[in-house]
């Protein structure tokens, strides 16, 4: 197939990124199924001549340059990243402690800059490339007990629009994916879900009732991970990619409604906002 292509999806040993190396698989394309064990990639993706699992700690730069190097030793090239490992660090900012803020910002922040600044290279020597960044709905409209979640797709937002920018004479594109809920293993308890370590009176039972909440929301997401996974590689195909790629009606919505907030805000205290300007002398 001449329009079959590389994919190298980090996060594919469970939840979205199970889904969206098997439909790229099943697109025709050859996929690198990275984990933190690849053993699992296998496990979860199932085995296929054009996969190729390899292991990759995306807070690890020599484990990730071992495997793009990998990638490129038995493909040849890139041609589409998924950067989509994560993690969810739940909690009121108060009762999350810096270290775990930070593992926060390392894994969904540094992690996906690591693996980019890793694979750009690869795709500037050819003059093309995909990057997919799968941020949430969390990167443009963030709330109470996602402070650290919310940080961390906010940073990922602003990096990926600089980015665009500034490879796009490269012929590489760029595009944030905001996903709303979906189905996966995110809320899963000991999974990719952190609650937080730090217990303060005025906030704990409203960190209860929240956490109770959260718990009883898996599995009852309203987001399909396969028909986003398979939408995804109908994105890549597009002659012009998006900026961004909203996915799921709930985060349709959300986006939506944060724009109309923006234009609000800005306009709400005009008398306060303009004017502000040096006075030149006439």
């Known amino acids: ?26 697109a025709g394309h050859r996929v690198v199924a990275t984990a933190r064990d690849a053993s699992k990639a296998v496990a979860a993706v199932g085995e296929h001549d054009n996969l190729l699992p390899v292991d990759l700690d995306i807070t690890d730069t020599d484990s990730v340059d071992a495997a793009v190097r990998a990638a490129t030793d038995r493909f040849g090239r890139i041609d589409v990243l998924v950067n989509n490992a994560g993690s969810f660090q739940a909690g009121f900012f108060e009762e999350i402690s810096p270290a775990q803020f930070l593992a926060q910002m390392e894994t969904n922040f540094f992690g996906p800059l690591n693996v980019t600044r890793a694979v750009l290279p690869v795709m500037r020597r050819r003059r093309s490339g995909h990057v997919l960044t799968i941020t949430s709905t969390a990167g443009i409209v963030s709330g109470p007990f996602v402070s650290a979640y919310g940080a961390s797709k906010f940073a990922l937002e602003g990096w990926t629009e600089s980015l665009r920018d500034e490879v796009a004479q490269f012929g590489i594109r760029v595009t944030a ?21 730090r217990s303060i009176g005025d906030y704990a039972a409203a960190t209860e009732q929240t956490i109770a909440t959260w718990k009883s929301m898996n599995g009852q997401q309203s987001g399909d991970p396969a028909k986003l996974a398979a939408n995804l590689v109908k994105v890549a195909e597009l002659d012009e ?21 923006l234009i609000d805000q800005a306009g709400a205290l005009l008398d306060l906002s303009t004017g502000l300007d040096h006075q030149t002398d006439s």
Do not use: H
């Open 177 to 197: 994916v905001e996903p709303g809920f979906f189905r996966t293993e995110l809320l899963v308890e000991g999974s990719s879900t952190l609650w937080p370590e």
């Open 241 to 261: 990619a998006p900026a961004r790629w909203v996915a799921g009606s709930d985060a349709v919505d959300a986006v939506r409604q944060k724009g109309q907030t």
């Open 1 to 26: 197939m001449t329009d079959t292509k590389v994919w190298f999806i980090t996060g594919a040993g469970r939840g979205m990124g199970v889904d969206i190396a098997q439909a790229a698989l099943a």
